[in-house]
């Protein structure tokens, strides 16, 4: 069993190869929420809904949804932009020992509908493909939100029984879990359940027909990344000969904590998901190939 080394958590590493002028900058800005970038991207589809098509088409139990593939390109990218799984903690920084995405799953399009979470890991060091990975988890989470008389995920049971605690109780249950998060010091049940401790907590408002083109982080919990897709639109695509033809975009956010890393280190990182997003069979791959995406790049004109 390995040694645990010193600073080092249950769920992260501490980093101790963080560039002097960074760590010295980190002890000048604010908090989580006061140090947030945002970029806006659109992602052409045409390949993404071919590829779509063609998976469907082999009948599958489930069918594959661009949300999938999202998720899979999401942690493929993560698992090479190991920065975007940095987080920052009473002015360290610290790595995930895992790739994780939170989300939220409606068990029907309406107003007052019960919602769950789901959380998925990416596994870097699996035969399976990143497209597999989470379309298996995915499928099997909401289905079991919209499904079952009892859907309530384990979030959401933790959460029910602290707000039926008397009052003053419940307040000091509070205080104690933000006094232990800001310590690092949360239990792990409680963490483990906690969407705001993940890699990157992904919101799919395109699903309910509605554009956002920001959505703030939180200084509670660890995530230092935010992500939104938003309703496919129509645009027009000009050729050099000046003539155009309509194509539909995927619009997208990132809201990400910028002192992770710095404004080129994000926008490679951007790049790299976009190859992923508009090349998806790279996707079928196993996580555990390399992928020289640079190639893919080019060709796109990224």
Do not use: W
Request: charged fraction near 30%; glycine fraction near 4%; proline fraction near 4%.
């Amino acid at each position: 069993m390995a040694k645990k080394q010193k600073g080092e958590k249950y769920d992260a590493y501490l980093v101790k190869n963080i560039d002097p002028l960074q760590q010295f900058m980190l002890s000048l800005l604010g908090n989580r929420t006061e140090n947030e970038a945002v970029a806006h991207f659109d992602i052409e589809m045409s390949a993404l809904d071919q590829y779509i098509k063609n998976k469907n088409d082999q009948n599958p139990e489930y069918k594959y949804t661009f949300f999938h593939v999202f998720c899979a390109a999401l942690g493929r990218t993560i698992a090479e932009r190991p920065r975007m799984n940095y987080f920052i903690r009473n002015g360290r920084f610290y790595e995930r020992k895992e790739i994780s995405i939170a989300a939220i799953a409606k068990k029907q399009k309406k107003d007052g509908a019960e919602e769950g979470l789901i959380m998925m890991r990416y596994h870097k060091d699996d035969d399976r493909s990143p497209v597999q990975q989470m379309h298996e988890s995915i499928c099997k989470q909401v289905f079991h939100i919209r499904s079952s008389e009892e859907s309530h995920d384990d979030t959401t049971k933790i959460m029910q029984k602290l707000v039926n605690l008397p009052r003053f109780i419940y307040n000091l249950v509070v205080k104690f879990i933000l006094s232990s998060d800001r310590k690092g010091k949360l239990p792990k049940d409680l963490a483990d359940a906690n969407p705001y401790s993940k890699t990157c907590f992904v919101s799919n408002l395109g699903s309910i027909k509605m554009d956002a083109q920001y959505h703030h982080l939180t200084n509670f919990g660890s995530n230092s990344f935010f992500a939104i897709i938003g309703r496919k639109e129509k645009k027009p695509v000009f050729k050099d000969d000046g003539t155009f033809e309509m194509k539909e975009f995927l619009p997208i956010s990132f809201t990400i904590d910028e002192r992770i890393g710095d404004g080129v280190y994000f926008a490679n990182t951007i790049k790299i998901f976009k190859a992923y997003m508009m090349r998806p069979e790279l996707l079928d791959l196993p996580a555990t190939q390399s992928v020289d995406i640079r190639p893919v790049e080019e060709e796109l004109g990224l």
